[in-house]
């Protein structure tokens, strides 16, 4: 009796697992709706389409500034700015339309504020780095504008 208990259990259990959907993401692997997913389908940067875009307002795809205070997504066309913090960079960038990437996955960063006490010179060389490893392990190329 129990083995057939036993048996009508596990071929249950197998049943289970074998009809079951399996996960269509995996853990620590990106998914459709992922934003690394989703920046990896703008075309890389095409470097000749850029070249003379050396000044902001000539720039066309993403602007970003480096503050003590955090990264700053600049959004040109409706003169705003908007407060990000280093985890909210890559969803705010994939959540750009495809045409605000016509020079493809470059973005222009500038640094803010090099000026002032220690404190802020730390905040913003661990801001800067934290935003060039989080676009350089995305494989966005980054134009970097001079300081102001």
């Known amino acids: 009796m129990r083995f057939r208990l036993f048996s009508v259990l596990g071929i249950a259990a197998v049943s289970l697992v074998a009809c079951s959907r399996p996960s269509q993401i995996a853990k620590g692997s990106p998914g459709q709706s992922s934003p690394e997913f989703r920046i990896q389908q703008i075309p890389p940067a095409d470097p000749q389409r850029f070249s003379n875009a050396r000044e902001v307002k000539t720039w ?19 003169n705003e700015e908007h407060l990000l913090k280093s985890d ?24 803010i504020g090099s000026v002032g006490s220690d404190e802020d010179r730390i905040a913003l060389r661990r801001n800067r780095a934290i935003l060039a490893g989080t676009l350089e392990s995305s494989k966005i190329l980054i134009n970097w504008l001079p300081s102001s």
């Not at 960079?89 to 960063?109: E, I, T």
């Open 60 to 78: 066309r795809n993403p602007y970003l500034m480096v503050r003590k205070d955090g990264i700053w997504l600049m959004d040109l066309d409706n």
């Open 88 to 111: 909210q960079v890559l969803d705010a960038l994939a959540a750009l339309p495809a045409s605000a990437w016509p020079y493809g996955r470059v973005v222009a960063v500038r640094e």
